[in-house]
């Protein structure tokens, strides 16, 4: 059965290499993963308010954006002027920023451009493009929390 696991997670790093996913972890270095599909901006801040204050090193963060929520990873905002939240003020993309740069990985989900006629070009320089073959085995790991908003 271990060699099963390493073979599969030799494959969907393969994968996601040969696809473009952003992602350089292992399923076995991700402790917090975030499926974020709603386009409400409240719901959007607050779950990553809760990964930023979760104590989880964010390089052990992954977030996937699918659905509506995948427009917060648009080069463009889907709104011009987002609300803010909180005693800085500050909006969900400035929080995803954040966590961007503090090293969480950040995809949309792998049908996320496709169902949209579209390609990278859309998407902030950062945020990858998530293969099944590479998330599967992390939603599957028990070590592994996720949490969907």
């Not at 995948?70 to 002027?81: F, H, I, Q, R, Y």
């Not at 803010?84 to 996320?112: H, K, M, N």
Request: glycine share 8%; aromatic share 2%.
């Amino acid at each position: 059965m271990t060699a099963l696991k390493t073979a599969s997670a030799a494959g969907a790093r393969a994968t996601s290499l040969a696809t473009g996913s952003a992602s350089a972890q292992t399923p076995s270095s991700i402790r917090l993963m975030a499926v974020l599909t709603t386009a409400d901006p409240e719901t959007q801040f607050m779950a990553l308010t809760l990964l930023k204050s979760s104590g989880v090193d964010p390089r052990q963060i992954r977030i996937l954006l699918c659905g509506p929520g995948g427009d917060l990873g648009l080069k463009l905002p889907a709104e011009a002027s987002p609300p803010t939240f909180g005693p800085a003020s500050r909006t969900a993309r400035a929080l995803l920023a954040e966590l961007d740069e503090q090293g969480a990985t950040i995809e949309v989900c792998a049908i996320y451009l496709p169902a949209r006629r579209s390609d990278r070009s859309i998407l902030m320089d950062s945020i990858g493009v998530a293969s099944p073959i590479d998330i599967g085995p992390i939603l599957a790991d028990p070590a592994v929390r996720v949490l969907t908003f």
